[in-house]
Nanobody, 120 residues
Framework: QVQLVESGGGLVQAGGSLRLSCAASGIAFKINDMGWYRQAPGKQRELVAAITSGDSTNYADSVKGRFTISRDNVKNTLYLQMNSLKPGDTAVYYC??????????????WGQGTLVTVSS
């Protein structure tokens, strides 16, 4: 009943910035933790940043000090502000939400992904 749609990816030069957005729609009893993951070709999907419903955050060491995760619960939107981008940040970025559905099932919901390419 919940769908996630990412936007904001694109091509940017090293040192530049992008802001990713993840819009949630549909019906759920509660959306709990949310996070941004990324996956580069030939690599495992990794957690980039996570945020709880109470706005507690956690970051991968590789992005600390450069990325900021936030959420707007009124707009049902998750954000990832990415600054000082590096070529190593190139990946498909996915939004994820831990959802308690209206019939009380715990669900993991994923967006379709948005591609971020950082050029040298």
């Amino acid at each position: 009943q919940v769908q996630l749609v990412e936007s904001g990816g694109g091509l940017v030069q090293a040192g530049g910035s992008l802001r990713l957005s993840c819009a949630a729609s549909g019906i759920a009893f509660k959306i709990n933790d949310m996070g941004w993951y990324r996956q580069a070709p030939g690599k495992q999907r990794e957690l980039v940043a996570a945020i709880t419903s109470g706005d507690s955050t956690n970051y991968a060491d590789s992005v600390k000090g450069r990325f900021t995760i936030s959420r707007d619960n009124v707009k049902n939107t998750l954000y990832l502000q990415m600054n000082s981008l590096k070529p190593g940040d190139t990946a498909v970025y996915y939004c994820n939400a831990d959802v308690l559905s209206v019939n009380f099932k715990n669900l993991q919901v994923w967006g379709q992904g948005t591609l971020v390419t950082v050029s040298s």
